[in-house]
Nanobody, 114 residues
Framework: QVQLVESGGGLVQAGGSLRLSCAAS???????????MGWYRQAPGKQREFVAD???????TYADSVKGRFTISRDNAKKMMYLQMNSLKPEDTAVYYC?????WGQGTQVTVSS
């Protein structure tokens, strides 16, 4: 299984921005480049939900709730994935997880104050 490590979470005011990073311990750059990678989040008392994912060919899908505000990207040479989050809202407050089936990262907390 690939190991995933998120970073970049924190406390930000509504309307602010954060950039999350996910480092993957893939065997090689070539292998990492074949992965479908995704971001999920889980707010207190709620189920984990899909945020965005990106395929090996760069096809991207976003949850409706983050379209136009969040941008997912990847750097295969660095075996990294990113989530640029702009115009953050209090309802974006959650633990954000990096995902590559079947592996999950440990999560990084994002808190948006109103």
């Amino acid at each position: 299984q690939v190991q995933l490590v998120e970073s970049g979470g924190g406390l930000v005011q509504a309307g602010g921005s954060l950039r999350l990073s996910c480092a993957a311990s893939a065997a090689s750059v070539i292998i990492f480049s074949t992965y479908v990678m995704g971001w999920y989040r889980q707010a207190p008392g709620k189920q984990r939900e899909f945020v965005a994912d990106i395929t090996s060919r760069g096809r991207i899908t976003y949850a409706d709730s983050v379209k136009g505000r969040f941008t997912i990207s990847r750097d295969n040479a660095k075996k990294m994935m990113y989530l640029q989050m702009n115009s953050l809202k209090p309802e974006d407050t959650a633990v954000y997880y990096c995902y590559k089936n079947p592996s999950w990262g440990q999560g990084t907390q994002v808190t948006v104050s109103s």
